[in-house]
């Protein structure tokens, strides 16, 4: 593996790629996650919006006021079973 | 491979050394689980022939088929882990091979083959019609906060459903290796706290669904996961007590295979499962302090807890197995042999169905939480209340007294709502 400090695990994006979009002038959460892609994977950003967002304060970009957009499914779903709503439902006994 | 029917896959590996379930997607970095809680990535596998399975949630069967994904050849040695090396400064993808546009078209078509996670399955999966319930209070997570706010709820009269996505409820509690101050001021072990809890929500008649997650919140409906099918709720008082995840620390192989929380090391013990046998703990608490009491008691070497800027470096290929750790004071760092790392980063609250609800999400400096009022849960939109860890709140009977708070008013309301409307209709209450 090469030297990198990696932030968000789903995307793979690093520390460096966080600070240079900072510098490239993208100074708030949505901006640098739109840029480098973190929180966009697998877990949509559970592991690493935080930190992310700290990194980008302490690398001299804005304090956020509001995380990403959460937008569901929070967990994964099978398409299946989504694909099922369109049928005639049952009540929960 | 050796299991203990029922307990989830990626338990099962780790019980037998393999952290190293997976490759990232850009990378192809070795990956392992983090969580055992379904909050990362790390454990995600193809499991008979349906891709993305995430393990840490897959009950172990007899005659399985796991299988590891977007690797040439295995998950411990993978040729595509060579882009790792190819880019070490890493990858600009607005700009890389944009400057023909042959070279670029070829270099997706490469791309495309490379990167994404998982192949599509080889078998239909069948669609399954969804289920409706309805109810008064709808509390979403079962530990200690939601239970105590849905018990509440259901003493003050209100026809109450808890959702929560494991198995079983009680939460943190069901892992902390260690006691707790109860609310009657006594020390007990965690989870007898949370067996308390759950027979306390049972009796007040709270409608407990097991293994069903929710994960969305629609105008006026959550939509919860269950086993195989999905189930739509309509409620008129929205309790969410989703809790708190450990997110990612930053440090040079924090994302190495065998580098996973203290909680996630803790929920390994009590499977019965060694996390490692010379664990580095990373990160202070009482997690931390529990965690190492309870690998020491089971015969394994523990280092640290050391603080977090102490660490610089998780070293290994394809698993950790070894840390640089510079002590106060130090000139040079030192390289501590180890085969598990725990971390504890400051904890993470699940805050995205509170805000899908309507309630306000606030950065504290250090992670993003629920903005909720401390005794009784209420947030910025009328019928959702917070309550617990997603809120930012720490210390049992702290969580449980603000969780008490908003079963009770969250039942008040609906009571004096239906005052108002049999009011207006002229009739007596």
């Known amino acids: 593996m090469s030297d990198k400090v990696i932030l968000c695990r789903c995307e793979d994006v690093s520390a460096h790629d966080v600070e240079e979009a900072v510098a490239r002038g993208y100074r708030d959460l949505e901006s640098v996650k739109r840029f480098t892609g973190f929180g966009t994977g697998w877990c949509q950003g559970k592991q690493c919006v935080a930190l992310c967002a700290r990194l980008i304060v302490a690398a001299g970009g804005e304090i956020p006021t509001a995380p990403i957009t959460p937008r569901p499914p929070f967990h994964p779903v099978p398409l299946a079973h989504l694909a099922g709503l369109h049928r005639r439902q049952k009540d929960e006994p | ?429």
């Open chain 2, 1 to 429: 491979m050796p299991a203990i029917a029922g307990e989830p896959v990626a338990v099962a590996l780790a019980a037998s050394g393999r952290y190293v379930l997976a490759r990232s997607v850009k990378y192809h970095r070795p990956r392992g689980p983090v969580c055992f809680s379904g909050r990362c990535d790390g454990c995600l596998m193809r499991i008979d022939g349906i891709a993305n399975v995430m393990t840490c949630r897959a009950p172990a069967r007899d005659g399985m088929h796991v299988e590891t994904q977007n690797v040439i050849g295995t998950a411990e040695s993978d040729l595509l882990s060579a882009t790792d090396w190819f880019f070490p400064g890493g990858m600009n993808h607005h700009e890389m091979f944009t400057a023909n546009k042959l070279v670029n078209r070829a270099m997706q078509q490469v791309a495309r083959r490379i990167a994404g996670v998982g192949e599509l399955p080889t078998r239909l999966v069948p669609d399954s019609p969804p289920r409706d319930a309805r109810c008064d209070v709808l509390v979403i997570g079962g530990g200690p906060a939601g239970l105590a706010a849905a018990t509440q709820a259901a003493r003050g009269g209100a026809d109450t459903i808890l959702l929560e996505e494991t198995g079983e409820t009680g939460g943190q509690l069901l892992c902390f290796p260690g006691g707790v101050v109860d609310e009657r001021e006594r020390e007990l072990n965690a989870p007898a706290v949370a067996a308390e809890l759950t027979r306390d929500a049972e009796s007040a008649g709270v409608r407990i669904l097991l293994r069903h997650g929710a994960v969305g919140v629609y105008d006026d409906e959550v939509l919860a996961h269950a086993k195989d099918h999905v189930l739509r709720v309509r409620a008129k008082r929205i309790v969410v007590a989703t809790g708190s995840h450990e997110g990612a620390m930053a440090f040079e192989g924090a994302d190495l295979p065998g580098v996973l929380g203290v909680r996630a090391a803790c929920a390994l013990l009590r499977h019965g499962v060694l996390p490692g046998e010379r664990v580095a703990i990373v990160g202070t608490g009482v997690w931390s302090d529990a965690l190492a009491r309870a690998l020491r008691a089971r015969g394994a070497e523990v280092l640290g807890p050391f603080a977090a800027a102490e660490v610089t470096r998780a070293r290994g290929r394809p698993a950790v197995r070894a840390i640089d750790v510079t002590r106060d004071g130090a000139a040079a760092s030192e390289r501590l042999a180890c085969d598990c790392v725990a971390t504890a980063p400051p904890p993470s609250p699940d805050y995205e169905l509170a805000e899908q609800a309507g309630a306000t999400v606030v950065f504290s400096g250090e992670a993003f939480g629920v903005s909720a009022a401390s005794d009784d849960g209420a947030t910025s939109a009328a019928h959702v209340f917070a309550v617990g860890e997603c809120t930012g709140a720490s210390g049992l009977r702290t969580m449980l007294a603000q969780a008490r708070g908003a079963g009770e008013r969250a039942a008040r309301s609906l009571r004096a709502a239906a005052h108002a409307t049999t009011g207006a209709e002229g009739g007596d209450v």
